[in-house]
């Protein structure tokens, strides 16, 4: 569990990972950021606050492959980095959940602010820049919102008209088949993706 403390005045909420790091979720540093970290604990955090039928939750990790694919058909020429961010969007959630838009907008600014801190420093870790170009920031809620319409009809109750209202139509995308996978599942299609990312992230720093 994460242990808050007063440190010269200033709060603090440690959270010890399975890696052994220690992650200050208020003042987060880019070391103590490790991907299984981030993959354990987004294919153990469900979507919809586990509001889904079915006997799976539907994790936030396959959640994240899901809308790094739609990327990849909306912007096919992204280079790596880009389709990276995608797969990553939503990291922060490995520590502090999933929440729904609503909740989130009445927490307001502090809720905010603990969110884009853990982004900037997940960015920061895996090379990226700490705040995402505004297309490309554009392009993946575009991705996010496509994939939450789909989810909303197939596992979370809603109705087409419902979902159409909250997500918009998707256009110019097949239809998605959205089926729960378990957290180690999820987990290693997240960590696959991942490496292979990474890798390319990495061959192109060097050229």
């Not at 575009?142 to 998707?170: N, T, V």
Request: charged share 25%; with cysteine; net charge positive.
């Amino acid at each position: 569990m994460a242990k808050a403390d007063i440190k010269n005045g200033v709060p603090r909420a440690w959270q010890r990972m399975l890696s052994g790091r220690r992650l200050d979720i208020l003042d987060p540093s880019p070391i103590d950021i490790e991907i299984e970290d981030i993959a354990h604990g987004l294919a153990r955090v469900a979507r919809w606050n586990g509001q889904t039928t079915g006997s799976l939750p539907f994790n936030v990790a396959q959640h994240s492959v899901i809308v790094e694919d739609l990327c990849q058909r909306l912007a096919p020429n992204w280079p790596a980095k880009w389709q990276l961010a995608a797969l990553i969007h939503d990291a922060p959630e490995f520590v502090i959940g999933d929440m729904i838009s609503p909740f989130k907008a009445a927490l307001g600014a502090q809720y905010k602010k603990i969110e884009d801190g853990l982004e900037q420093a997940i960015h920061i870790r895996f090379g990226l820049p700490p705040h995402l170009p505004k297309t490309i920031a554009q392009t993946i809620k575009r991705a996010d919102r496509i994939c939450a319409y789909f989810e909303a009809q197939q596992i979370a109750g809603f109705s087409a008209e419902e979902a159409k209202k909250l997500f918009g139509l998707p256009r110019n995308i097949a239809p998605l088949k959205i089926t729960a996978l378990n957290a180690e599942e999820s987990h290693a299609l997240f960590m696959k993706r991942f490496t292979i990312l990474n890798t390319a992230c990495e061959k192109a720093a060097r050229r």
